[in-house]
């Protein structure tokens, strides 16, 4: 039997890609299942149009046997097979895709499911295997091949037998290294996770032989071994069906499957478009603030399936930070992927899903304060400082998103309220929203700064979060109504300072007050007459924007 030869560039083009282009090697058993769900749904689709063929579907499937003592690990499918001239050009060409061609001669556009694209998936082998041996025989066919290669080298292909039409590709798993451990390629447990993370919505069936222990008959404390047949995959995604079709356990149920959280989600949202822009997506806003939120481990990011093969764990560029607490998935069969599917080409279709799915998320969040005002601070008291962070890292329009979304405690309401509702209950001569800051609401109500505006009756939020007000003065306004500190120097209240009066008074005191000045010369730059205080005889004011509140915040930091 002759070797043939790869194709010079073929060669270079193996030996980088088994060695470059994925960062995990175990995503080659998802390739491989990918091809055999592509080689399932060829027949599937023929089926549609060639009435001497049917589909039966129990007869589809993909089989995964893992042989320890021979270091092998076998993928065996049904689906349409290859020719001699197919395995040639398909597996002896890299780069080239019998599925987009497939695709392309078909014509198939829409909706339809074929994974392959891009001819190198098959290789990804190679990061595992000394050699893989694949024995077809296409649909249709009388013959059988075995096409066999180590890599780089090339290949070897013969006749072969083979009764049923299909695929079987067995790899010939890597001995350890010094570095390096192969073993978990022929462990059962650690295959069915892989299968299960990467494939489990492939489909068609994923078949294991699964070996546990059971109870002896009539025994309590004997146990036998058993091994039977499972399917590892649970084939239609949630995200698929129809939502009448879905109950809350069973958004909660995935939620826990997919670890997105310990706690039980607080919503969820189900989003199903299909436009010029197909996808879908389940968002979930967690109950709880997970331990490591506000730590650098905290990573944001929702899983990202293309046709229901998972490409990211964690995809960061589809979640805007003030809404990095938002777990889930996004499923589309629009994005155009790069060969290794760990990065994504264009991200044009990526941003679009990005921008729908904050717009989404934030009109959840309104809908829930409305109308579940208990959840929804349920919800602000976990996650309510990172949209207020949000408003603070403003570098386009997070503002407009969030300044409906914040709630502070509320001087005349004793609870948490929204900057709607203060400007909605602003009474027509009130000038500015006012706001106190302090380390509690008991120490701020005690604050001598908040006396005139509470007796005027003005409503005063309170600020007991590090980053209140620094987020309020990225805010400026809302409604066009001004923030304004109680303790700054010009409070807009009539009443207070009265030109003529307050000049009489201070000439009267000068004397006391120039003492005081020189007493105090370090610590404040003017001492004067006040009408703002009640029943304090004296307060500290701010001259500027910035207030003794947020002065002590800066001076804390480092720098
Ligand atoms: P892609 O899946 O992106 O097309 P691959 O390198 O994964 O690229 O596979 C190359 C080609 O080999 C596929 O397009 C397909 O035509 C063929 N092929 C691979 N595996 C199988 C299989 N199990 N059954 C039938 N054809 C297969
Ligand atoms: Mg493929």
């Given at each position: 039997m002759t070797k043939k030869q790869f194709k010079a560039e073929s060669k270079r083009l193996l030996e980088m890609m088994i060695n470059s282009i994925y960062t995990h090697k175990e995503v080659f058993l998802r390739e491989l299942i990918s091809n055999a769900s592509d080689a399932i749904d060829k027949i599937y689709y023929k089926a549609l149009t060639d009435d001497s063929l049917t589909f039966d579907?129990?007869?589809y499937f993909v089989k995964v046997i893992p042989d320890k003592e021979n270091r092998t690990l076998t993928i065996r499918d049904t689906g349409i097979g290859m020719a001699k001239e197919e395995l040639e050009n398909n597996l002896g060409v890299i780069a080239k895709s019998g599925s987009l061609a497939f695709k392309t001669e078909n014509e198939i556009k829409d909706?339809?499911?074929?994974?392959?694209?891009?001819?190198?998936?098959?290789?990804?082998a190679f990061m595992v295997a000394d050699v893989v041996t694949v024995i077809s025989k296409a649909l249709g066919s009388d013959e059988a091949y075995k096409w066999e290669s180590t890599g780089a080298d090339g290949y070897t292909i013969e006749p072969y037998e083979k009764e049923e039409v299909g695929t079987e590709i067995i790899l010939q798993i890597k001995e350890n290294t010094e570095d390096e451990s192969y073993d978990e390629y022929l462990e059962a447990y650690q295959l069915k996770a892989t299968i299960k993370k990467y494939s489990d919505f492939i489909r068609y069936p994923i078949k294991m032989d699964i070996t546990s222990s059971r109870p002896k008959d009539g025994s309590e404390n004997e146990f036998e071994e058993f091994t039977e047949e499972q399917v590892i995959n649970s084939m239609v995604p949630i995200w698929r069906k129809n939502k009448s079709e879905l109950t809350d356990e069973d958004y909660e149920h995935f939620y826990s499957e997919k670890h997105y959280g310990f706690d039980k989600p607080l919503k969820h949202v189900h989003i199903k478009v299909d436009g010029t822009l197909r996808y879908n997506a389940i968002l979930y806003i967690p109950e709880k603030m997970p331990f490591d939120y506000y730590s650098k481990e905290y990573e944001k990011g929702l899983e990202l399936y293309s046709n229901g093969v998972l490409i990211m764990n964690k995809c960061a560029d589809l979640l805007p930070d003030y809404f990095s607490f938002v777990k889930g998935m996004v499923d589309s069969e629009d994005l155009s992927l790069n060969i290794s599917r760990e990065m994504l080409q264009h991200d044009r279709q990526l941003k679009q899903i990005a921008k729908n799915i904050k717009n989404k998320i934030k009109s959840e969040l309104q809908k829930l304060l409305r109308d579940d005002r208990e959840k929804y601070e349920t919800f602000y008291s976990a996650f309510g400082r990172q949209l207020k962070y949000g408003v603070y890292s403003d570098f386009g329009s997070n503002k407009e998103v969030l300044q409906e979304l914040l709630m502070f405690h509320s001087s005349t309401e004793k609870k948490l309220v929204t900057l709607d509702e203060y400007v909605s209950r602003m009474p027509e001569e009130q000038k500015y929203i006012y706001y106190a800051s302090g380390e509690t609401n008991e120490r701020i109500e005690k604050l001598p700064q908040t006396e005139l505006v509470a007796e005027k009756g003005y409503e005063i939020l309170y600020f007991t979060d590090e980053v209140d007000e620094f987020a309020i003065k990225m805010l400026m306004s809302y409604k066009d109504k001004q923030f304004k500190s109680?303790?700054?120097?010009?409070?807009?209240?009539?009443?207070?300072?009265?030109d003529d009066a307050k000049s009489e008074e201070e000439a009267e005191s000068k004397e006391l007050f120039d003492y005081m000045k020189t007493i105090l010369s370090e610590k404040v730059k003017d001492v004067r007459v006040s009408k703002r205080l009640k029943s304090h005889p004296v307060c500290l004011s701010t001259d500027g924007e910035v207030t003794i509140e947020m002065e002590k915040i800066l001076n804390a930091m480092p720098d």
């Open positions: 579907k129990d007869s909706g339809y499911d074929i994974i392959g694209q891009f001819g190198v998936g098959f290789y990804s109680v303790s700054s120097g010009d409070l807009g209240i009539d009443t207070e300072e009265k």
